[in-house]
């Protein structure tokens, strides 16, 4: 039987379909309006509607519920609680009340608070997240939450993704008024995230300590064939991978995420998948549920699926490209360009304001797509450079640039595009090229952000673009709402943005060196590790921003910077760690047995009388010479690992693990690699990279 995919479509989710179906109508229309107007929702309408969701979860198979959430962990939370009631017979009921449903206190003693709590305030509390569907997962009702402490200050990604989201709704809508549009009630930012990911064996993932406690290989010599002939990009996808793909997005779909495009990345066993954009809320939620339904379902099928930014070296890592625009409630793209941008002014102020938000903000952006993982793959020669810039194109670019020198713009026509073979059709050709190395670039009507890594959560960098947007909306409906020659004074305000921020532009290679001189004389920032980027955080002029339009307080700043930073420092403890554990268990004892076995070959060689031992002596010298200086390098890295934690300024410690600690462990890389391309395969005791990029 051929499945009915649009019944399949959303089945596990308590949709507004169901609602609409499940709810009386009064109920329904208030929850409705809750929802929309962000207003509070009275108790016994949550009643009915949790005793709906309650009853419509068991028929799905459900006997738990659980409030899910996003903390500072850099993954999901969730605890379970079961329907279950004891009543006076010694039977239960199955019972979920409003409450329950409206509010959690899960203890928070646990999670990170960056010293906004200290461990013995413990209450924390978990707050229905309206604009977010419930749905049914492995017999639980997963309901999406935000997370709060005792004193109201935010501990997850989800609450101020939903403050920027509020502001930036405002301030856009007091734009779009200038223009006449009256009819628009709220502007809606919109994301689709392209997420990549590794597949690799389950069975030799498990022998590799280091991918399983670090999510990347901390050890391993470059295989003889990469990604030099790009074939695996967009290659036929081999069964074993189009089955797990299947079954992937078939889960996708129960869950309502509407899984789209699905491909083989450039680097061997890499792959990617992209669902149609959303509310920004509602993308961030369902990449979360993305990133583990590929874990999970990967497990199912003996895989493992890594999305750690840069699992291996030499090949490229992974990143998650954040389209973004502006929609309004009535279904209008902010950001469309349209057929004419030249003539469309409001497309060009908003443009603008982009530009405008980017430049000033460059280092906030920068912040939002920073992590130990994450500095592996920036400014490498296939992720973006660890510099801020905008691509435009051709023709946005020369309609501001006509707008900034009082000339007038003549748009290039569509030309036919013929590529000599007779039998393909015609089509016409876009007006502007593609650029792939740009960070942030314009599409034809959204901007792709590709700084952010394959693990991150979409919340951070859109909690950036929202606020800074917003905030430059704001400015210029300041200006605009005063105005008594409105035509002349857009126009003004257009000129004026681009000019004076036009240095975030550049259309030409990022990659090259030439930029990177270029952009130093732009004045535009490239700081190049987490530790250089996260202070930015924490200066004067961003926290001010934050604050301002109520998206952070100053604490809760104060409190992410510090969180960031020292996970910062234990990722590369933990490395430090495991590395040293790898090489004194696994690697020296193997390096022992065959220098034994080469030993005793040449040891019966020479009782024999044979004088041809010069490939045995050479591989011994040249194995023990290497082996004294991994033993050097070894001592080095145990005792930069006793460097203590517990300094009071984290960042002087961050500092210390990325200028000594990473530098150690990278000279050791060097020296274990090299050992293992002189070392017999048999006694190589982790499987190779060879083995791992190319086994499926
Ligand atoms: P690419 O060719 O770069 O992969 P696509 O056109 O396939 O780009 O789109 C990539 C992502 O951008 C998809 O998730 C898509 O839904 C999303 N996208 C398209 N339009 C918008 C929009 N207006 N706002 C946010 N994301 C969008
Ligand atoms: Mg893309």
Not at 523 to 531: F, R
Request: glycine residues 6%.
């Amino acid at each position: 039987m051929i499945e009915d995919i649009t019944t399949l479509f959303a089945s596990d989710v308590f949709s507004d379909a169901v609602m609409q179906e499940k709810l009386p109508k009064n109920i329904y229309k208030a929850l409705k309006k809750s929802i929309q107007k962000g207003t509070h929702l009275e108790l016994d309408v949550a009643n009915v509607v949790a005793e709906a969701m309650k009853d419509w979860a068991i028929e799905k198979g459900a006997t738990h519920f659980t409030h899910w959430f996003q903390p500072m962990t850099g993954t999901t939370a969730e605890k379970h609680d079961s329907f279950i009631a004891p009543v006076d017979n010694g039977k239960i009921i199955m019972e979920f009340s409003g409450s329950s449903l409206v509010k959690g206190e899960p203890d928070a003693s646990s999670f990170p608070s960056g010293g906004l709590r200290c461990t013995f305030e413990a209450r924390g509390y978990t707050i229905w997240d309206t604009t977010s569907n419930a749905f049914v997962k492995d017999g639980s009702l997963y309901i999406p939450t935000a997370f709060c402490s005792y004193g109201g200050e935010s501990l997850d990604k989800k609450t101020p993704l939903l403050r920027s989201m509020q502001v930036i709704s405002k301030e856009a809508t007091r734009i779009l008024k200038l223009f006449g549009n009256d009819s628009v009630k709220s502007v809606i930012p919109t994301v689709g995230p392209e997420q990549e990911y590794f597949l690799i064996c389950k069975h030799l993932y498990q022998q590799r300590p280091d991918l399983v406690f670090t999510g990347r290989t901390l050890l391993g010599a470059p295989p003889p064939k990469g990604q030099e002939f790009d074939d695996h990009y967009f290659g036929a996808i081999e069964p074993k991978i189009s089955a797990f793909m299947q079954e992937l997005d078939r889960e996708m779909w129960k869950k309502g995420i509407e899984a789209k495009t699905k491909h083989n990345e450039t680097a061997p066993s890499q792959y990617e998948i992209a669902p149609v954009f959303n509310t920004t809320s509602v993308a961030t939620d369902h990449n979360q549920l993305t990133m583990e339904l590929i874990r999970t379902i990967a497990d199912k099928h003996n895989l493992v699926a890594l999305l750690h930014e840069k699992p291996f070296s030499g090949v490229n890592g992974s990143g998650k490209h954040n389209n973004w625009s502006l929609a309004t409630d009535t279904g209008f793209n902010l950001l469309d360009a349209g057929e004419t941008p030249s003539e469309n002014a409001q497309f060009l102020l908003f443009l603008v304001a982009v530009i405008k938000a980017i430049d000033e903000y460059q280092d906030l952006l920068r912040v939002s797509a920073t992590s130990a993982g994450n500095d592996h793959r920036l400014g490498a020669y296939e992720a973006p450079p660890a510099i801020i810039s905008m691509f435009l194109g051709e023709e946005l670019t020369a309609i501001l640039e006509a707008f900034e020198n009082g000339t007038a713009y003549c748009p290039k026509t569509k030309t036919q595009m013929d590529i000599g073979a007779n039998v393909l059709p015609y089509f016409p050709k876009d007006k502007t090229d593609r650029n792939r190395t740009s960070p942030f670039a314009f599409t034809g009507n959204k901007f792709e952000f590709r700084m952010l890594g394959s693990s991150f959560n979409t919340a951070g960098p859109n909690i950036v673009l929202n606020t800074a947007v917003a905030d430059v909306l704001s400015e210029f409906a300041s200006v605009l709402e005063k105005s008594k020659d409105f035509k002349k004074d857009l126009a003004k305000l257009i000129k004026t943005t681009f000019s004076n921020h036009k240095r975030i532009v550049f259309n030409g290679n990022n990659y090259s060196e030439e930029w990177q001189e270029e952009a130093k004389k732009r004045g535009l920032s490239n700081l190049k590790s987490t530790v250089d980027v996260l202070p930015k955080f924490i200066e004067k002029t961003n926290i001010e921003l934050f604050v301002k339009h109520k998206v952070f307080s100053e604490n809760e700043i104060h409190s992410r910077y510090e969180i960031l930073m020292s996970s910062y420092v234990k990722t590369i403890r933990i490395e430090g760690l495991t590395m040293l554990d790898i090489i004194k268990r696994q690697i020296v004892p193997s390096i022992i047995a065959y220098q034994d076995e080469l030993a005793k070959t040449l040891k019966s060689k020479k009782s024999c009388g044979s004088f041809d031992v010069s490939l045995e002596e050479f591989i011994l010298e040249r194995i023990s010479k290497l082996s004294g200086s991994m033993l050097q390098k070894l001592i080095t890295l145990d005792r930069n690992l006793f460097y203590p934690l517990q300094d009071n300024n984290i960042a002087k410690v961050a500092t210390y693990y990325r200028d000594v600690t990473l530098n150690t462990m990278n000279e050791l890389r060097r020296i274990v690699d090299e050992l293992e391309t002189m070392v017999a395969a048999k006694h190589w005791p982790i499987p190779t990279y060879a083995e791992l990029l190319f086994n499926l």
